[in-house]
């Protein structure tokens, strides 16, 4: 349910010139039922009839993460990233990790997360969950969480699960 609102109401705004036309609301309604037919029979999908996006606390808690800490990583990256081209200071490699995100959309956020930061970039994400992330400076051979993806990990689990 929540994939037909979301494409019936999108249709609708991008298709939107000042008047909306009952040809226009049909195409909608079509192409929202064709969209949400299609994506109800991905694997993990729930069906067609799911709810579970539509969570009031689900999409509070994640404005709050995108206007809060992924806001601040942002920026600290962007400032560390530019900082260490000047300089010259870098130590790139590869590190392996466990977030303990049970979901594939806790993990879809992570892994996005972790690459629109600077100076990051989620290279695998295996079957079991673990991740394989570039990073542009790294302290040492076995990082924890937290040293290369703050608290989006944390926030992932509460979001997502």
Not at 47 to 65: A, I, M, V
Not at 150 to 158: H, N
């Amino acid at each position: 349910m929540f994939v037909f609102v979301v494409s019936f109401v999108m249709y609708l705004l991008l298709s939107w010139s000042g008047s909306m036309s009952i040809q226009e609301v049909t195409i909608a309604f079509v192409l929202a039922v064709v969209i949400s037919l299609v994506s109800s029979n991905s694997p993990g999908s729930g069906g067609f009839w799911n709810t579970k996006g539509l969570s009031l606390r689900r999409w509070w808690d994640f404005l709050r993460y995108l206007f809060g800490p992924f806001a601040v990583g942002l920026a600290q990256a962007n400032w560390d990233v530019a900082k260490r081209v000047i300089t010259g200071d870098i130590n790139p490699g590869i590190v392996k990790f466990d977030p303990r995100l049970k979901t594939k959309h806790g993990r879809m956020m992570l892994a996005n997360s972790i690459t629109l930061t600077p100076g990051t970039l989620t290279v695998d994400v295996d079957d079991d969950g673990v991740f394989y992330v570039h990073a542009l400076t790294l302290t040492s051979l076995t990082p924890k969480e937290e040293d290369i993806c703050g608290v989006f990990g944390q926030w992932a689990r509460r979001i997502m699960g």
